[in-house]
């Protein structure tokens, strides 16, 4: 059965900082892209970053509210995703979710787009 | 960054009903668009990609169209237990996007 299941999350003071896991069983996960979605209470999804499978360098996208504060990183051998969060702000205040992206090949495209979640940690960024 | 506009954003239909949620995106998308449901306390469900491909395991009444700036989700007959919130997203280009969510509260 495939599976992703995240942890780490708690209360945090702002500014401070935490680091969010994700781990994968039930697929080969090196094969897979890997994305963080949030969800602040209340409100809709927002795509947080993604990084991609070593045949594609392991390189990562951020969403602009994210990008600098937060990390994306995995380790294969651990089948496992990292999101490592710093300078945390109020509004970054939500339930992360983890999500494979999955692959489909259609008449020649690709399209790479998230089909299994997590069930999400909370985060919440308080003083 | 490419806006996902998502229309209506709240709902009230009855069941049998015959349901219709559109997605704008402020650019071309091509068919780089997916579909979620998300239930109450509940991971979201991808139901279509590529703008109108059926998830397996979903059930037929739910089906995609659209391409390049203009998307809809329609439920052909409304069953209880797709009263939720549906998103789109688009994978065109980066940052990904999601539509701000259409609640289907039942009448």
């Known amino acids: 059965e495939v599976q992703l299941v995240e942890s780490g999350g708690g209360l945090v003071q702002p500014g401070g900082s935490l680091r969010l896991s994700c781990a994968a069983s039930?697929?080969?996960?090196?094969?897979?892209?890997m994305d963080w979605v949030r969800q602040a209470p209340g409100k809709g999804l927002e795509w947080v970053g993604r990084?991609?499978?070593?045949?594609?360098?392991?390189?990562?996208e951020y969403a602009a509210s994210v990008k600098g504060r937060f990390t994306i990183s995995r380790d294969d051998s651990k089948n496992s995703l990292y999101l490592q969060m710093n300078s945390l702000k109020a509004e970054d205040s939500a339930v992360y979710y983890c999500?494979?992206?999955?692959?489909?090949?259609?008449?020649?495209?690709?399209?790479?787009?998230?089909?299994?979640w997590g069930q999400g940690t909370t985060v919440t960024v308080s003083s | 960054d490419i806006q996902m506009t998502q229309s209506p954003s709240a709902m009230s239909a009855s069941v049998g009903d015959r349901v219709t949620i559109t997605c704008r995106a402020s650019?071309?998308?091509?068919?780089?668009l997916v579909w979620f449901q998300q239930k109450p306390g509940k991971v979201p469900e991808r139901l279509i990609y590529?703008?109108?491909t059926l998830q397996s395991g979903v059930p037929s009444r739910f089906s995609g169209s659209g391409s390049g700036t203009e998307f809809t989700l329609t439920i052909s007959s409304l069953q209880p237990e797709d009263f939720a919130t549906y998103y789109c997203?688009?994978?065109?280009?980066?940052?990904?996007?999601f539509g701000g969510g259409t609640k289907v509260e039942i009448k």
């Open positions: 999500a494979r992206v999955g692959v489909t090949t259609i008449q020649g495209a690709y399209y790479y787009s998230l089909d299994v």
């Open positions: 039930g697929f080969t996960f090196s094969d897979h892209y």
């Open positions: 990084t991609r499978s070593k045949a594609s360098g392991y390189t990562t």
């Open positions: 650019q071309g998308i091509s068919n780089y």
């Open positions: 590529a703008a109108s």
């Open positions: 997203l688009q994978h065109n280009s980066y940052p990904l996007t």
